[in-house]
Nanobody, 122 residues
Framework: QVQVVESGGGLVQAGGSLRLSCAAS????????MAWFRQAPGKEREFVAR????????YFADSVKGRFTISRDNAKNTVYLQMNSLKPEDTAVYYC???????????????WGQGTQVTVSS
């Protein structure tokens, strides 16, 4: 079992930045692919970014590529999502997820946080 807890959401103006954090506990953090997904009102949950176990490879949705970065600190059992040049369409609840399989779909992740709200005003 892995528990993940997100933090760092909030309200920001368009063009601003936020950094989300996800603290994990339980089984060995470094065994898991870590990812961020988001869900906007009335829309399905969508993939945002993921990082492999070693932290050496990252993947991003096209909508955030070049604006968001994902990183992890295996010594601190934490993954981060740095979001720059935020747009109103980035408004959503952001979820952290951990999975042994990973990938760009929700079914690759076994453990999910409760989510943190990000609101970008125009």
């Amino acid at each position: 079992q892995v528990q993940v807890v997100e933090s760092g959401g909030g309200l920001v103006q368009a063009g601003g930045s936020l950094r989300l954090s996800c603290a994990a506990s339980g089984r060995t953090f470094s065994n898991y692919v870590m990812a961020w997904f988001r869900q906007a009102p009335g829309k399905e949950r969508e993939f945002v970014a993921r990082i492999v176990q070693s932290g050496g490879t990252t993947y991003f949705a096209d909508s955030v590529k070049g604006r968001f970065t994902i990183s992890r600190d295996n010594a601190k059992n934490t993954v981060y999502l740095q979001m720059n040049s935020l747009k109103p369409e980035d408004t959503a609840v952001y979820y952290c997820a951990a999975g042994l399989r990973g990938g760009g779909r929700s079914n690759g992740y076994n453990y999910w946080g409760q989510g943190t709200q990000v609101t970008v005003s125009s």
